[in-house]
């Protein structure tokens, strides 16, 4: 019975052994950042008062989360799909400082964040995307994180109007989806 549970033992050991050795990526294809909506209300009074970004993001990468303790790579796949990112706040908040979830994903999850920078604006901003990467196989969970920060505005990749009522809607400039942000692992 004792050999059997240290037989075990040493079979677990070496599994998280495994996932603390392996190296960062750094070879990594840019994130695809496919839509970005933006919505900006009017201000007038009993107009909706909730200004919105919301974006969708692809990354093509497979992510090699570790060796196993029978030997084969531990990965999720490539296309991952950071859906329906969405910031929403009231008129008059500051919409930093804050994490906004995407729609769940099968590997883990993405969220991302509206960074605080000079002329913040609807029209002028930089998203902060992270993907959370976590896989468990065959009772074991490995983790991985990325980041990555990509700048829209209307002088580059954003195209839109505002209406008579004062109310404004963005989104990608024809030609210019998807826009590559190039991402890094930190944890």
Not at 156 to 161: A, K, R, S, V
Request: one cysteine or more.
């Amino acid at each position: 019975m004792y050999s059997t549970l240290f037989a075990s033992f040493l079979v677990f050991s070496t599994a998280a052994t495994a996932a603390s050795i392996v190296q960062r990526q750094t070879n990594l294809s840019s994130w695809k950042v496919t839509g970005v909506a933006v919505f900006g209300p009017s201000g007038h009074p009993g107009s909706y008062p909730w200004p919105t970004i919301t974006a969708n993001v692809t990354d093509p990468n497979t992510i090699v989360l570790s060796t196993s303790y029978n030997g084969s790579q531990v990965v999720a796949p490539a296309g991952n799909l950071a859906v329906n990112c969405q910031a929403k706040w009231f008129s008059g908040t500051k919409p930093t400082d804050h994490i906004w979830p995407c729609d769940p994903t099968t590997d883990g999850y993405w969220y991302l964040e509206i960074v605080d920078t000079p002329g913040l604006s609807l029209s002028n901003f930089d998203l902060k995307f992270t993907r959370f990467v976590d896989v468990v196989d065959q009772g074991l969970e490995y983790k991985k994180t990325f980041v990555g920060t990509g700048h829209f505005d209307l002088k580059t990749n954003l195209d839109g109007q505002c209406d008579g009522s004062g109310a404004c809607h963005w989104a990608l400039k024809n030609g210019s989806s998807p826009v590559s942000i190039q991402q890094t692992e930190i944890a």
